[in-house]
Every structure is written in structure tokens, then in C-alpha cells.
């Protein structure tokens, strides 16, 4: 079942003006629950309009929003419950930080929603663990942390009201590659804890192979492609032709088949290329090239 379904999804900035960009145009797509999907696309695809949509962060110009089957728009009085359902992690949310305390920072949102003080605290506790922050820290100021740590005590606060969709845009943006590691291993703990349905936004090819298990291309505000990530990044010329790039292992094993190498040109993980480049060693390939 689909915990995510847009229908003919527009949506225009300025509309009516000379400055009018329509910036999602016409996107249908079904996300089923407990995916975790990669979000690509270049500098003003559309991609982050896009997932703003999904806790109504925006309303579609045209088109319809559904979360878990309920048209999000059909009752605005009721947009803010959505708000709960999915939980966006905008990019560098360390920015976001304003509470004196770690506890009160991650506790912020599930105090809005109404939650008893024993249910935020176990909350509280638990998100800080998911993202590797210790519960001995949380009296400590958030703005004593390094960026790093800032960026993981704002997306415990994401989680710690449970959402079913955790969207994530660009959660690793400016990290070096040890950050970003720890940053998206965690988010998958989690995912594989939670069980939930988590959109990560990424510039990363890299990040997005390791990570998801399918992927969202965006492309001049259009769906250009979902499905699995294999199938995706087996489209190289025309993601390269969109101003994208695959990873880098996908690009070296394509030249080896082109060279005429027996190896499959679709591998876009390290571990699966090294189990590769092991059977033909074993087999001899290559050894005398």
C-alpha cells in the first residue's frame, strides 16, 4: 500500500506575475510504505518544492496530496495533523536550533503535540540515542555542539515525533565524508528500526546507492523517473545529459564493459564491484592486460 500519492501535483511561484515559474509540473507518483527513496535532480528541478508538499508545507497550485489514502487538502483545518504524519528535515537544519537545552530542542515537537511529559521524555531519549547523541548531554546547550552534532540533534527532533514519512533534504550537505557516514547510517537504523518511509534528497549518486533502495529522478519540475535504484542509474547518458552524474564505481565498470571486459556495467555499489573485480581475478581475466 502507498503511504504517499500525488495526482497531477502542479505547482507555480508567482503565479499571475511576470516572475510566474511553474516549478512541479504535473507529477504523479506512489510511494509505498517502508521504502526509503533517493530524491535527485539538478539545481532547480523541482525536487525540494516537490517533498515541501508533502507536510504541507505547500499546497499544489493543481493536483491532489494523499497520506496514508486522506487527500490532505480536503479539510484545511486539518493540514496541521499531516504535519505530524511527515516530518521534514529541511537542508542545514542546525540553523533551526533556538532551545537552551539539547532536552528541549528535541522535545519541542512532541510537546506540541499534545503528548504527556512521560511519553516526551521517552521520546526525547530515544531519538537522541537513535542519532548517536548521549542522553548525558541533553542539559548541554545545543550551540556548544560541533555542526555535526548540531545537524543530529535536529533531526532528532524531527524524529522524535514519530513521523511515518521522514523526508530528509540534503541531510548531509557540507559534512566531510566521515560525517555524512555516520549521519546516514544512523538514518537507517532508524529506518530499519522505525519501519517508516524515509525521502532523502541528494546531490550524492554515492549516497543514494549506498542508502535507498529506489530512486526519484526530477527533471525541469517533471517526474522523469522512479523505480529501483540499479534500473535509474542504469540510465547514465541521460542522467549525465540532465546535468547528473552516477557513481563513480557505475562509470569505470561501464568503460570495462566497453573494453570488453565480462562484467555487469549496472554495478553502482563498492561491495558488489569488489565481489566482481574478485571472481574475474580468480578466473584470471585480466591478468595479463
Avoid at 525540494?48 to 483545518?77: C, E, F, R
Avoid at 559534512?175 to 522505525?194: F, V
Wanted: aromatic share 8%; hydrophobic share 40%; charged share 20%.
Amino acid at each position: 500500500m502507498s503511504v504517499i500519492k500525488l495526482e497531477h501535483v502542479s505547482y507555480i511561484y508567482s503565479q499571475g506575475t511576470p516572475f510566474e515559474k511553474t516549478a512541479v509540473d504535473d507529477v504523479c507518483l506512489e510511494v509505498e510504505k517502508g521504502a526509503i527513496v533517493g530524491v535527485i535532480g539538478h539545481t532547480g528541478s523541482g525536487k525540494s518544492t516537490l517533498v515541501q508538499h508533502l507536510n504541507a508545507l505547500l499546497q499544489p497550485t493543481s493536483g491532489k496530496v494523499y497520506i496514508d489514502g486522506v487527500d490532505m487538502w480536503a479539510d484545511p483545518k486539518k493540514v496541521r495533523e499531516f504535519r505530524f504524519k511527515v516530518g521534514l528535515v529541511f537542508q542545514y537544519p542546525e540553523y533551526q536550533l533556538f532551545e537552551e537545552s539539547i532536552y528541549k530542542d528535541v522535545a519541542f515537537g512532541p510537546a506540541n503535540m499534545g503528548l504527556s511529559q512521560q511519553e516526551i521524555d521517552e521520546r526525547v531519549r530515544q531519538a537522541v540515542q537513535a542519532v548517536g547523541i548521549s542522553t548525558a548531554e541533553l542539559d548541554k546547550s545545543p550551540f556548544e555542539l560541533s555542526g555535526g552534532q548540531k545537524r543530529r540533534v535536529a533531526i532528532a527532533g524531527v524524529m522524535a515525533m514519530r513521523p511515518e514519512v521522514l523526508v530528509l533534504d540534503e541531510p548531509t550537505a557540507g559534512l566531510d565524508p566521515r560525517g555524512r557516514e555516520l549521519i546516514l547510517g544512523q538514518i537507517k537504523e532508524y529506518h530499519q528500526a522505525a519501519g517508516n518511509t524515509v525521502l532523502l534528497v541528494s546531490h550524492s549518486m554515492e549516497d543514494i546507492a549506498n542508502y535507498a533502495g529506489k530512486a526519484l529522478v526530477m527533471n525541469s519540475g517533471k517526474l522523469y523517473l522512479y523505480d529501483e535504484v540499479a534500473a535509474v542509474f542504469s540510465h547514465q547518458q541521460e542522467l549525465t545529459g540532465m546535468g547528473l552524474s552516477v557513481p563513480q564505481v557505475a562509470r569505470i565498470f561501464t568503460l570495462l564493459a566497453q573494453k570488453g571486459y565480462p562484467v555487469n556495467p549496472n554495478v553502482f555499489r563498492v561491495e558488489d564491484a569488489v565481489l566482481q573485480l574478485k571472481t574475474l581475478l580468480e578466473k584470471g581475466v585480466g591478468t595479463n592486460a
